[in-house]
């Protein structure tokens, strides 16, 4: 990317984390940016095309958190799922943009799904399903925390180690 489009990137991030995938528009960012929104589209040709640029700084940070908790603690789905849930509650609006559409895969950088799912592949010694499994669990149980889903006395921290010991005893 050139300077201007990490520039507009940095901006489009910037609104969705403050306001939320709804109000993240090209006029909107144009405004942030203190330019016209026609201006956006020499280096976007439409808005999904910036998601797409934040949907993969989602997978490379999200990889990186999951990388570092697995050099600390090799192994540990218990750590894994902390980092992944941590990182995804930093990051709410991101985690949404992110998750809660399909992925445009194609459009992704090379190889950025695969390194962001590895730490969990290994934890699960290769087994893919039980990998997807404990995906599934944690995405619902940190979609649904960032939703307000859970009553105010729920003790998430003792239902994801249940979920936990139930996909991998």
Not at 44 to 69: G, I, N, R, Y
Not at 112 to 141: K, S, T, V, Y
């Amino acid at each position: 990317m050139t300077p201007r489009a990490r520039e507009i990137v940095a901006a489009a991030r910037e609104l969705l984390e403050e306001s939320g995938p709804a109000l993240l528009t090209m006029r909107t960012l144009a405004d942030r940016l203190g330019i016209k929104a026609p201006s956006l589209y020499k280096h976007f040709p439409d808005k999904h095309a910036v998601e797409v640029e934040l949907v993969a700084e989602m997978l490379t940070e999200s990889a990186e958190a999951l990388e570092a908790t697995e050099s600390r603690a090799p192994g540990s789905l218990e750590a894994l799922a902390e980092a992944y849930r941590a990182y995804a509650l930093a990051h709410p609006h991101l985690y949404c943009l992110a998750t809660e559409r399909p992925l445009p895969r194609a459009e992704l950088p090379a190889g950025l799904e695969d390194r962001a799912a590895l730490p969990l592949m290994r934890a699960c010694g290769g087994d893919l399903d039980l990998a997807r499994a404990i995906w599934a669990f944690a995405h619902g149980m940190v979609i649904l925390e960032i939703h307000g889903r859970f009553p105010d006395d729920a003790d998430l921290a003792a239902a994801w180690k249940r979920g936990l010991k139930a996909l991998h005893p």
